[in-house]
């Protein structure tokens, strides 16, 4: 039989995720209506439910009424409170790494991370950003996340919370700072196109760290267009320059020429195309750049996996709406983490993790159960009339 430390329960699920945020969230409760621990726990049901507060609570028998739940949160939650709260969900995260993340150097992704935002808040209220047209709206919750790369670990080890006005670097070195804050080594950076400004290049061509930023081909003629000629991959210089003329910086490209997979699936006719990366620190041939910026892509499966354990909301409170969204990456963390504890498997060649046996869609309804033994949950309803037939 097993040893009972072996074992990984929804109840230990539940109690693990809410003390990982009570030692970091500042959430405060006292009434004997609502305490402490059910404001989190009613925090990890909306996320693990993709529902709202209001479902939540009155789904869930035990537990106060929505609208008391709501002002504690509101009250807590505010808007000048933001740095803080995003220091301590950092701390969150960077809690659930595998301490290996932080023994050597590791490869880190950095990307910009949109949520829609469809009301009617003003944008100095809401602290929504403009972004390109997408799920029918312009205006969007911005997070940047910085991610780590290493084989069977899905790791966010640093979130930032974008806010109207801030520019693409000082994210970016808020995000770095709290790497390093966090001693962890940074073998190599992929950035997206996003981060391929003149002030990004020379920011980090000034710090030393390797980096390969993905490069927009612009122009019909002249600009990076005019590069991607010929038949063979190769390694330019180019120099960019902003609008004006102002600035500059001569950075070596990796001009890629590649092929669609129209050959293994048959289903379009065969096209080459270009793909045009920057390299900041770093010596390679395009085939390499090209095959080591692949694996930044993991970064957007860490997004679509946080779709399961997002929240729903309507509320006009922004630093409510950044909470949920950093802890759809808190709980990915904890998943990591757990699925590092409880699924290794024993074989040569080195240990194995199982992650099919503890899938994070299997996180979310150990969370649900375990809120559902807690408080007891709605199962029967009554007519209030008999129905006219």
């Not at 790369?149 to 709290?178: C, S, Y």
């Not at 949920?324 to 060649?349: E, Y």
């Amino acid at each position: 039989m097993l040893n009972d430390n072996l074992k990984l329960t929804d109840k230990k699920v539940l109690h693990y995720a809410r003390q990982g945020l009570k030692a970091h969230l500042p959430l405060h409760a006292e009434g004997y209506k609502v305490t402490t621990d059910d404001l989190l726990n009613v925090l990890l049901g909306v996320a693990v439910s993709q529902g709202t507060l209001e479902a939540v609570c009155q789904d869930l028998q035990g537990i106060a009424k929505p609208e008391t739940v709501r002002t504690y949160l509101n009250k807590q939650l505010r808007v000048a409170d933001l740095p803080q709260l995003e220091q301590g969900l950092n701390a969150a995260l960077a809690e659930q790494a595998p301490t290996r993340v932080f023994q050597k150097p590791q490869e880190v992704a950095i990307d910009f991370h949109d949520r829609p935002y469809y009301g009617k808040t003003p944008q100095p209220e809401g602290l929504w950003v403009h972004g390109q047209l997408r799920d029918g709206t312009h205006c969007f919750y911005r997070v940047a996340t910085a991610y780590v790369i290493r084989n069977g670990l899905r790791v966010t080890l640093a979130i930032r919370f974008v806010l109207p006005g801030d520019d693409t670097l000082h994210v970016l070195k808020d995000l770095i700072a709290g790497l390093q804050a966090r001693q962890l080594e940074i073998a190599c950076l992929f950035l997206d196109k996003a981060f391929a400004g003149i002030d990004q290049l020379r920011y980090l061509s000034s710090l030393g760290l390797p980096a390969i930023i993905a490069c927009s081909i612009r122009g019909k003629q002249a600009g990076t267009r005019a590069l991607c000629q010929g038949n063979k991959s190769y390694l330019p210089t180019y120099t960019f320059r902003n609008t004006r003329g102002r600035k500059s910086f001569t950075a070596n490209l990796a001009v890629c020429r590649v092929f669609t997979t129209a050959k293994r699936t048959g289903r379009k006719k065969r096209q080459a195309r270009w793909l045009i990366f920057i390299l900041i620190n770093l010596t390679c041939s395009p085939q390499q750049a090209k095959r080591l910026y692949r694996r930044r892509f993991g970064i957007e499966t860490s997004y679509r996996c946080t779709a399961q354990v997002l929240g729903w909301t309507t509320s006009p409170n922004p630093a409510y709406r950044f909470v949920l969204l950093a802890l759809s990456f808190f709980l990915l963390n904890v998943w990591v983490h757990l699925c590092w504890l409880f699924t290794q498997q024993a074989r040569r060649g080195g240990r194995f993790l199982d992650t099919k046996r503890f899938q994070l869609s299997r996180l979310a309804k150990f969370l649900i159960r375990s809120l559902e033994r807690y408080y007891g949950c709605i199962h029967e309803i009554t007519a209030l009339a008999a129905p006219l037939l």
